[in-house]
Nanobody, 123 residues
Framework: QVQLEESGGGSVQAGGSLRLSCAASGDTYSIYCMGWFRQVPGKAREGVAL????????WYASSVKGRFTISPDNTNNTLYLQMNSLKPEDSAMYYC????????????????WGKGTLVTISS
């Protein structure tokens, strides 16, 4: 089992920055891929950014490419999402997720989930 805990959400104005953190614990050796998803009420959960184990490959949603950066700190089993130039449409609950097989930006590919951290961007 893997446990994931997000932190770093909050409220900022458009154009600002936030850094989300995801602390992983438990059987972290089993993780194949980690990433961030987001969801707003009434809409499906969508992939934001993914990174494979070891950081060999990354994926970003087109809506965040160039503004968000996903990065791992393997020394303390923490995953980060640096979010710059934030827009009101980035407002959502952000979830950290981990897979044990495959690295596709769809919720069905993820085995473990955190409880989420709320990001609110005001215009």
């Amino acid at each position: 089992q893997v446990q994931l805990e997000e932190s770093g959400g909050g409220s900022v104005q458009a154009g600002g920055s936030l850094r989300l953190s995801c602390a992983a614990s438990g059987d972290t050796y089993s993780i194949y891929c980690m990433g961030w998803f987001r969801q707003v009420p009434g809409k499906a959960r969508e992939g934001v950014a993914l990174i494979s184990a070891g950081g060999a490959s990354t994926w970003y949603a087109s809506s965040v490419k160039g503004r968000f950066t996903i990065s791992p700190d393997n020394t303390n089993n923490t995953l980060y999402l640096q979010m710059n130039s934030l827009k009101p449409e980035d407002s959502a609950m952000y979830y950290c997720a981990a897979s044990i097989y495959g690295c596709r930006p769809v919720p069905e590919n993820m085995r473990y989930w955190g409880k989420g951290t709320l990001v609110t961007i005001s215009s």
